[in-house]
């Protein structure tokens, strides 16, 4: 189990505990979290489960695959720092504490 605090874009924090989500996107749809649509189901077609990784979990989280790469740049043109697709990280307990950012609107 990990416990993933989502900030939202109105900045309201919310602690979840995962019971067995396969990524964070798949935790946040369950919570109902604001501003990730997750429009593909996690199909990595949509770029609509994108978040901000707090500066302290990137090294752990690491960096977007080349297909989340191409996907990002596609939507916005460039790959901000910590920006991921929530779909594509895996939820291990090795997460457990894990602080991402909702942008308010698409990528920042
Ligand atoms: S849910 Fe569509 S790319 Fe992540």
Wanted: with cysteine.
């Amino acid at each position: 189990m990990a416990v993933v605090v989502f900030v939202t874009p109105a900045g309201e924090r919310r602690e979840v505990a995962s019971s067995g989500e396969a990524t964070v996107m798949h935790l946040a749809v369950r919570e109902d979290v604001p501003g990730l649509p997750a429009e593909c189901g996690g199909q990595l077609a949509c770029a609509t489960c994108m978040v901000v990784v707090a500066p302290e979990w990137r090294d752990r989280v690491g960096p977007p695959g080349e297909d989340e790469r191409d996907m990002i740049e596609d939507s916005l043109g460039e790959v901000p720092e910590g920006l991921r697709l929530s779909c594509q990280v895996p939820l291990t307990a090795e997460l457990d504490g894990l602080e991402v950012s909702v942008p308010s609107q698409p990528g920042y």
